[in-house]
């Protein structure tokens, strides 16, 4: 992993401790755990909470004056330039329901700028890291984005909001006008590891609307460093409080855009 810069150690303890997180999330798939509700298909369990609280003591002891913001209750507080973005276990009706795609993200923002981003595939064991101006990695090597030059050619992801029983902007129409232009459509059910899967080259684009800072502070990050783009629909930048996003290899993302709108 040459060309680290200053933002090597900081890479490596997220890796680290994603890793940790990652395989407790593993030892309790499919076993035993408590279930809750935070909307009619959003779910929290008892995986989720502890995972999170093992993350933001492991961060506090070693950057005490950091900010935090988990999905599971931690929320920014400290005023400083560094905040830590965390999705303790994205893909939580997944890890419910024992269908294996599970991750834990990690990101680093300074000054509103991410500069170190993890997600760690907790069943797979397979960890993908990124920091700024230093590419995006897993444990083979270097992540470069897919050369697919065009839709037809391509596999792409996507998800829909756990609103979406009561809201109209629920992708659906987004949804079927891409259907009719690809080779595939997946809905993995982690955004983290969609997002580290156009990295890695095995999906060539992928889009959301209505995610969360914790689910694509990371993954926007390997896209990039692995040669991608990211966007929001209309093609101003992406900033992680923004509610849509469109990541790809960058000629399969120039013919995706255009087929996406907010209200469906
Ligand atoms: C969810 C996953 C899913 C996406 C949802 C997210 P969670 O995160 O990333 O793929 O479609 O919008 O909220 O709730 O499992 O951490
Ligand atoms: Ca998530
Ligand atoms: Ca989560």
Known sequence: MA????????SEFASWIASKAAADIREA???????DTKGRTNLVTEVD?????????AVRGEFPDYSILAEEGH??????DWL????PLDGTNNFAHGYPMVAVSAAVQYKGKTVVGVVHDAIHDEGFNAVVGGGAWNDKGRLRVSDAKSLIESLVATGFPYDKHESDVDNLGNLCRVAKRVRGIRRGGSAALDLAYVAAGRLDAFWELKLSPWDTAAGTLLVT?????????????FGIYDMDIVAGT?????ELKPLLRIDG
């Open 3 to 10: 060309g680290r810069g200053p933002y090597a150690e900081l």
């Open 29 to 35: 798939f499919l076993g035993e755990f408590e279930i």
């Open 49 to 57: 909470e502890r995972v999170e609280e093992y993350l933001f003591e």
């Open 75 to 80: 929320e920014a507080t400290a005023d400083t």
């Open 84 to 87: 830590w973005v965390i999705d």
């Open 225 to 237: 460093e692995a040669g991608g783009v990211v966007s929001r629909f209309d093609g101003s930048p």
């Open 250 to 254: 960058p000629a399969v993302y120039e």
